[in-house]
């Protein structure tokens, strides 16, 4: 026998005789008995948790303001070279960087393609340069050249450390007396130009903002031209280009501002070396294109009209809201400025508290003042979903109206000067920043000590002022302009200002009979 198969089998063989003994005890008892469960007891529900109100915000009160800070605007030095060049000096030694602006009195007011592009045309190299030799030369020394025009004027603008400063009058006297004025520079400009247009006519900001300009002024205004067109890009030529610089960029029709670490001193032989063979202008000046408009030109609306520009794109509605203002040289311009902040002047402004912060309309809502030689504009503009439009509207106007109906609280008054006087130390911190205050003052007329006595200026302007301000410039019957949905937005506009004419123009800015 096989013992190793014997002792695998004696354990199933035990099994077996255990299985036998637990049936035949089943069957003696005779029913199988269920084991006893003892329900567990039912637990309680927890007592519900107290509600607790979310805490309110506490908002500290602000520091108590200090003095302003004394801030010396620097005195303005100038003299004239003998070809008509007027020179200002504005010395500040703290850091040896002088900031160039030469500034001709010539912009888009008098030809917005032709100022454009003699302008970035000087760019281009001269007579004796190549375009990547001024490029070099002036980056070598860590600077760059920049041209441009705006309304009033064109000019080219640098910065560079003190020892670099001939080699920076040397090129600009170069660009502006010896351009090239290369061909294909100038077609690269238009096909830009053009390409650019199409980029406005697509952004709602752009046609709101050039509606409303048109609107605002008389027709053929320098301020409120339309849009322009391909053909008028196409028509600008070598030969136009040539003409605007050789009419407008002359020595007596040009200014330069010499900023920072240079004294007048300095500065004289410098311009009699770079600019004394500038030629000036023979004869008269071309005269202000501004000047074609006299005082009864400028005219408020008789009547209340929204113009509508219809654009089925569109999420939102731009709107413009505002009217024909003042001059940047008028008496009464800091004191609008004053009224301009307390409504609408940054997130402290009426405006945003109440159209932002607690109706939640729009993500923002300002209002502002354009300056400019003859009457520039206030306005409010934001942007709003298309179905609040309505409710901007009625906004907007309760709020122009809360302004004219009384003056403003006490301490919206002491904020808004505060504001603006403690901004201003910040707004002369660079040499720069103080060439563009005295370009300022030249190009809108300003007193010579205008920013002298700004701060002492604004503390004068009282409570009572606001409200003859609004009273005065933020009327009643304003300008509307909005870009929008037209077929969502008319009822809207009908509902919120019931006797307003609804006027419709196509993205190109012409009217559209309904």
């Known amino acids: 026998m096989n013992t190793s198969n014997t002792a695998r089998k004696q354990p199933l063989v035990r099994l077996a005789i255990f299985a036998a003994l637990a049936v ?43 003095s302003p800070r004394p801030v010396q605007f620097p005195d303005i030095q100038s003299f004239t070279a003998a070809n008509g060049l007027q020179v200002f000096v504005v010395e500040n030694h703290e850091v040896p960087l002088v900031s160039v602006q030469l500034v001709v009195r010539a912009g888009t007011m008098d030809d917005r393609q032709l100022a454009e592009m003699t302008s970035s045309m000087l760019a281009e190299g001269t007579k004796k340069r190549k375009k990547a030799d001024i490029d070099e030369a002036i980056e070598y020394v860590g600077a760059s050249l920049n041209a441009g025009a705006g309304v009033h004027e064109s000019y080219i603008f640098t910065r560079v450390i003190k020892r670099d400063l001939a080699l920076a009058l040397d090129l600009i006297a170069d660009q502006l007396q010896n351009p090239a004025f290369p061909a294909d520079a100038l077609q690269k400009l238009k ?3 053009k390409t650019g247009l199409k980029a406005m006519k697509s952004d709602p900001g752009t046609l709101a903002d050039t509606l409303y300009d048109m609107v605002v002024y008389p027709a053929g205004h320098p301020y409120g031209r339309p849009l322009p067109t391909d053909a008028e890009i196409d028509a600008v030529t070598l030969e136009g280009v040539q003409k605007f610089h ?3 960029y002359r020595s007596n029709n040009a200014f330069v501002i010499l900023s920072g670490d240079i004294t007048q001193t300095e500065a ?55 009217n024909l203002a003042l001059a940047r040289k008028h008496p009464d311009w800091l004191k609008m400025e004053i009224a301009s902040t307390i409504l609408g002047g940054g997130s402290t402004g009426r405006l945003f508290l ?14 502002k003042l354009s300056a400019g030689q003859a009457p520039g504009t206030w306005t409010i503009w934001t942007k709003t979903k298309t179905k609040t439009t ?17 003056p403003p609280t006490a301490k919206e008054h002491e904020e808004a000067v505060r504001q603006s006087v403690g901004a201003f130390p910040l707004q002369l911190e660079t040499a720069d920043q103080i060439a563009g205050r005295v370009k300022n003052i030249i190009t809108y007329g300003l007193p010579r000590d205008y920013y002298k006595t700004y701060r002492d200026e604004l503390l004068k302007v009282g409570a009572e002022d606001v409200q003859v301000m609004a009273r005065k410039y933020m009327l009643s019957r304003p300008h509307i302009v909005i870009v929008g949905t037209a ?26 009979q309904k």
């Open 390 to 406: 309505g409710e901007m509207l009625k906004a907007i106007f309760g709020h122009i109206e809360q302004m004219r109906g009384a």
């Open 246 to 248: 050789s009419t407008f």
């Open 268 to 322: 004289e032989p410098l311009v009699t070396k770079y600019f004394g063979k500038w030629k000036p202008i023979e004869g008269e000046a071309p005269p202000n294109p501004l000047n074609a408009f006299k005082a009864d030109s400028y005219k408020h609306p008789t009547k209340l009209q929204v113009h509508v520009v219809d654009r089925p794109a569109s999420a939102q509605s731009e709107i413009r809201v505002g």
């Open 354 to 367: 109440d159209v932002r912060e607690e109706k939640g309309l729009t993500y923002g809502i300002y209002s």
């Open 191 to 193: 096909d830009k130009a």
């Open 487 to 512: 077929a969502k937005i008319e009822d809207q506009i009908k509902e919120a200002l019931p006797d307003a004419e609804i006027l419709l123009y196509d993205t190109d800015l012409n009217r559209v």
């Open 24 to 66: 035949a005890t089943t069957a003696a008892c005779g029913k199988k008995q269920e084991p006893v469960v003892i329900p567990e007891p039912t637990p309680e529900p927890p007592p519900p948790e107290p509600v607790v109100e979310a805490p309110k915000r506490i908002y500290q009160d602000p520091p108590a303001p200090t």
